[in-house]
């Protein structure tokens, strides 16, 4: 999820061929609520991940990822 358009996310998953959609949060409440953002005004989301297990509960956190290691590192996990 991001901060960015809906055109923007299309986009980029494009460019990097995502075959998945990419979520929005262009007001921001999501970052806000999940600690990706200390206000509305943040251009850009910290990088955090979570974990939802399969009853839609939070089963980790992480408070701060490395975007390049940190998908392949969690589905080594998973």
Known sequence: MSFDT?????????????NFPLLCDTDRKIGLAYG????ASDEYA???AY???EN???AQAHPK????????M?????
């Open 65 to 72: 990822v490395d975007a390049s290691s940190y998908p392949a």
């Open 51 to 53: 974990v939802i297990d």
């Open 36 to 39: 990706a953002a200390t206000k």
């Open 56 to 58: 839609g509960k939070i």
């Open 6 to 18: 809906p055109e923007e996310n299309r986009k980029f998953a494009e460019k990097f061929k995502f």
């Open 74 to 78: 969690q589905l080594n996990d998973l």
């Open 46 to 48: 910290s990088r955090i």
